[in-house]
């Protein structure tokens, strides 16, 4: 902020430098206590940006269109489903009138905030002294927005979907998708031929795939291999297919074999599977948190399902209420959902009892534990 501030305060003189944006990706030096791998490290990559607007209605749709723009990448892309909200007073980013958030479910039950975006109001322009001349003629502070996401997400990638056999990737985001491993027995130049014949063939499709020929390791090697780097597709390719004119497909998401025809088909037959791989990977990622999410009536309840994944249940609305929370069971407010369906889902706005104080409540929020 320092940095973009300092500048936007040399840019930006009237109405007519508005709206003003800059994005960025940096590396970004903190000083961590306690690192953990991609989730919190001393040094990370990050894309942020940072918007100045002659108006609040403006900065406003540009926070909620970037929030959006990062449950859209989550969703579609990575594959993880995520809630899309409001922080918290306490939890909102320093110096924000309001921030909105994407929280995903890991497979331990714990929550990741994998990305964030904020109304700055114009707090940071009176910080800095960033006025602009309106359409009217007179002085006034802009409206800011910032918004981000980092090499966090890599960790949220992994720990969304991957087993003990290694990474699972999402095929939209796997910069190989298939791997083509010949079964080099009898006449292994012509099983090599076919198999590379059918690389071109994906490849010209549209579908990464390379073809591993090498004779340095062993077919089983290769196929625990190439399920440790998380290739979603796998196709075994010998003399007996050839022959047969098929070949054995696995899919790296479930374990599974089939066959598949050695014809025209195959190429398009792939990019079938790997559809069915990625919608595969999000609904699995969403039955895994709904079926580890709970609605809490009672702290008894709350403390024990806390412990397995999110909770939902009434709060009073108070930090007070929320920091003894947060004491008692190192659960924090993830998330006041946004979205209507998941609001209707879960009877959001319906009014209670606050979990912990007993207070009236009007709404439910998200709890848990998170990364």
């Known amino acids: 902020e320092t ?65 959006n723009v990062y449950r859209t990448f989550a969703e579609e892309y990575m594959a993880m489903p995520v809630i899309v909200g409001k922080k918290s007073e306490s939890e909102k980013f320093a110096g924000a009138d ?54 966090r997400l890599i960790g949220a990638l992994i720990m969304a979907h991957s087993d003990d056999k290694g990474l699972v990737l999402p095929p939209k ?11 080099l027995r009898g006449d292994k130049e012509e099983v090599r031929a076919h198999a590379r014949f059918v690389g071109k063939a994906l490849n010209k499709h549209g579908i990464t795939t390379f073809v591993d020929d090498s004779e340095n390791n062993s077919p089983g090697w290769k196929f625990a291999e190439y399920e440790l780097q998380g290739i979603p597709v796998r196709i075994e390719l010998g003399p007996r297919d ?36 990625q919608k595969n990977l999000f609904n699995r990622a969403l039955q895994f948190r709904q079926e580890n999410t709970v609605e809490a009536t009672t702290w008894e309840e709350f403390k024990e399902a806390v412990e397995k994944g999110f909770v939902i249940a009434h709060w009073d609305g108070t930090d007070e209420t929320e920091a003894l929370i947060k004491e008692e069971t190192k659960a924090t407010i993830r998330v006041m959902p946004t979205d209507d369906e998941y609001r209707k889902q879960y009877n959001m706005d319906e009014p209670g009892t606050c979990i912990r104080s007993g207070n009236p409540a009007t709404q439910k929020v998200v709890f848990a534990k998170a990364y």
């Open 98 to 151: 309001a921030t909105y958030c994407i929280e995903a479910m890991m497979q331990d039950g714990k929550a990741l905030q994998a990305g964030t975006s904020h109304n700055l109001g114009q707090n940071f322009a009176k910080a800095f002294d960033c006025q602009f001349q309106t359409k009217e003629g007179v002085l006034d502070y802009v409206w800011a927005t910032s918004w981000g996401v980092s090499t």
């Open 242 to 277: 050839i022959a047969e004119g098929k070949c054995i497909i696995a899919r790296r998401d479930t374990s599974e074999k089939t066959e598949m025809l050695l014809d025209g088909e195959l190429p398009e037959n792939i990019e079938n599977l790997l559809n069915d791989i």
């Open 173 to 183: 985001l796997a910069s190989r998708q298939v791997v083509i491993i010949p079964i």
């Open 3 to 67: 940095i973009i501030w300092s500048s936007y305060k040399k840019w930006i003189q009237s109405y007519r430098d508005l709206p003003l944006l800059i994005n960025q990706w940096a590396n970004v030096v903190r000083w961590e206590m306690r690192t953990r791998l991609f989730l919190r490290t001393t040094e990370f990559l990050w894309q942020e940006g940072h918007t100045a607007h002659a108006n609040p209605e403006e900065a406003q749709e540009e926070v909620i269109r970037m929030i």
